[in-house]
Antibody, heavy 119, light 108 residues
């Protein structure tokens, strides 16, 4: 059974930093892309970032480019999102999701971790 | 950036009725780079359809996807009580891999 468990969310002040993590199990980790998708309270889904299995391909939404950094540790089956210069509009539930093989449709999702940016 | 527009915003139907949801892209997303997700309140999204028309594992055959290029459709042949939810389309042909704003299917 595929499991994706996010952690690291919380309350942070504007301009602050936070590092999200996602622990993965139940699949061959290096075969699949991993992704972050967020959802602001009461709003729709917003794709944030993707990283390929070998970390050779990395993509970001324009809204986070230059502030967020995605990475993965294939030895520990984990995904990370370093978030710097946080803004109020970054407040959202952040989901970790496993992508399809060679594609970025999102097969499996974690339950999400809430990030709140507020003074 | 490819912008996805979903219509209608809300669809009010009764159990047993057919639902037809539309997703239109501002540019060609290719024949297969379109996915559909279902999300219920308080839950993570669930993949329904990928490649425009392929059902994900465990998805009932009352869900079907069609379309190519810029116009895509998700159909639910006979609504079951558990199908009332919000549905999102997503294109993954070009970064940024955008989502549509969603269609809410609620009980009439």
């Amino acid at each position: 059974e595929v499991q994706l468990v996010e952690s690291g969310g919380g309350l942070v002040k504007p301009g602050g930093s936070l590092r999200l993590s996602c622990a993965a199990s139940g699949f061959t980790f290096t075969t699949y892309s991993l992704n972050w998708v967020r959802q602001a309270p009461g709003k729709g889904l917003e794709w944030v970032s993707s990283i390929s299995g070998s970390s050779g391909y990395i993509f970001y939404a324009d809204s986070v480019k230059g502030r967020f950094t995605i990475s993965r540790d294939n030895a520990k089956n984990s995904l990370h999102l370093q978030m710097n210069s946080l803004r109020g509009e970054d407040t959202a539930v952040y989901y970790c999701a496993r992508g399809g093989s060679g594609n970025v449709y999102l097969i499996d999702w974690g339950q999400g971790t809430l990030v709140t940016v507020s003074s | 950036e490819i912008v996805l527009t979903q219509s209608p915003g809300t669809l009010s139907l009764s159990p047993g009725e057919r639902a037809t949801l539309s997703c239109r892209a501002s540019q060609n997303v290719g024949s297969t780079y379109l996915a559909w997700y279902q999300q219920k309140p308080g839950q993570a999204p669930r993949l329904l359809i990928y490649g425009a028309s392929s059902r994900a594992t465990g998805i009932p055959d009352r869900f079907s996807g069609s379309g190519s290029g810029t116009d895509f459709t998700l159909a639910i042949s006979r609504l079951e009580p558990e199908d009332f939810a919000v549905y999102y389309c997503q294109q993954y042909g070009n970064s940024p891999f955008t989502f549509g704003p969603g269609t809410k299917v609620d009980i009439k």
